[in-house]
């Protein structure tokens, strides 16, 4: 059993950055592949991010790729996302996942969720 915690979320003016972090409670933590996902009020959890367990590879969401990175450090069990050229549409509460067992871009293909943090973009 794994617990995430998020943080770094809040209110950003549009065209501005945020870096959200994700702690994992796991020692295991470097063996599982760790996503990002997002939901908007009245909409399904939308795949954001993932990167595998090494960190070497990196998959995003449509049209997410050039604005979003995923990044990870294993000796910490940390996961974070870069948001740079935030959009009033990145609105929305941004949750950490861990463990897949399918595709990456399946929410419900995912094992262990935090509890998410709120990130509106002001346009």
């Known amino acids: 059993q794994v617990q995430l915690v998020e943080s770094g979320g809040g209110l950003v003016q549009a065209g501005g950055s945020l870096r959200l972090s994700c702690a994992a409670s796991e020692g295991t933590f470097s063996t599982y592949p760790m996503g990002w996902f997002r939901q908007a009020p009245g909409k399904e959890r939308e795949f954001v991010a993932a990167?595998?367990?090494?960190?070497?590879?990196?998959f995003y969401g449509d049209s997410l790729k050039g604005r979003f990175t995923i990044s990870r450090d294993n000796a910490k069990n940390m996961v974070y996302l870069q948001m740079d050229s935030l959009q009033h549409e990145d609105t929305g509460v941004y949750y950490c996942a861990a463990d897949p067992d399918g595709t990456y871009t399946l929410a419900s293909d995912w094992g262990f969720w935090g509890q998410g943090t709120q990130v509106t973009v002001s346009s």
């Open positions: 990167i595998t367990q090494s960190g070497s590879s990196a």
